[in-house]
């Protein structure tokens, strides 16, 4: 959704990235529900997720790569370094909740590595994602009275994700959950943004807009519904333009070469 929000809406909108804390601490007995929850998440969503990480490197915690985030924001590279994280968790099964793994990942996406070592145990990224944390523990009224409120470290916060859009102005026009293309189009428009300033993209220029893409961004991005998506997505691979990745409950794509 978000990078059909950037597809459509081109310079219009200003991306920041606020950790909501998803877990202080997992332990062994959480392992079993998180699996569950992955399969969900994955049937709901129809996006690639490989939930054996909880059987084959399970994560202690979300925090250290909300850290890590925080310390590659620093450094104007949010959306590369969480995509990498993404990927790496949700379809590598990569234990990424350590200094080293997390550095690991910020070498692989062209930060200053020496920088980012320094920063990701800095006081100034403690408070970065302290700040974060008390955003989205801050629960607005309207996210209150649609439910979209739960307990994380014994504290409420909003569901994530939520989207806040702010315009120019300072009004907040807010998107609590998940929630369909429509309501984050509207809420985006709402604030002042023009749909219109943004491209309408073919698979191969999402492909080299973005970088690996699940099926179903392509869909999303590019406008195809149905198996239109997969079957050009199948095509390009065919003519050698385009690599597949397999995940346990679905595909990568990239472009080839």
């Known amino acids: 959704m978000v990078r059909r929000l950037m597809a ?7 991306f920041h990235y606020v950790m909501g804390g998803l877990a202080r601490e997992w332990g062994p007995a959480d392992h079993p529900r998180q699996i569950v929850s992955w399969l969900e998440h994955a049937e709901q969503s129809r996006m690639p997720l490989d939930p054996l990480i909880w059987e084959t490197a399970p994560l202690k915690s979300s925090y250290p790569a909300s850290m890590a985030m925080k310390a590659a924001t620093d450094q104007g590279q949010a959306e590369r370094y969480l995509r990498a994280l993404r990927e790496g968790i949700f ?117 080299q807009r973005f970088g690996r893409m699940a099926t179903r961004e392509v869909e999303e991005v590019c406008g195809l519904r149905g198996p239109r998506a997969e079957g050009e997505l199948w095509q390009l691979a065919l003519d050698f333009e385009v690599k597949p990745t397999r995940v346990l409950t679905g595909w990568l794509w990239e472009p080839a070469g």
Do not use: W
Not at 8 to 14: N, R, T, V
């Open 91 to 207: 379809c590598e099964r990569r234990k990424l909740d350590t200094p080293d793994a997390l550095t690991d990942v910020a070498a692989r996406t062209g930060l200053n590595v020496d920088r980012f070592k320094l920063d990701i145990a800095s006081n100034s990224v403690v408070e970065a994602f302290g700040n974060d944390l008390e955003i989205a523990r801050d629960v607005p009224d309207e996210a209150r009275a649609v439910g979209q409120v739960v307990s994380a470290a014994g504290k409420e916060r909003v569901t994530l994700p939520t989207l806040y859009f702010t315009g120019g102005e300072g009004a907040r026009h807010d998107v609590y959950g998940p929630a369909d293309y429509a309501d984050y189009r509207a809420a985006a428009e709402a604030a002042g943004a023009d749909a219109g300033a943004g491209v309408k993209l073919g698979v191969m220029d999402a492909l």
């Open 8 to 14: 459509d809406f081109g310079d219009e909108l200003d």
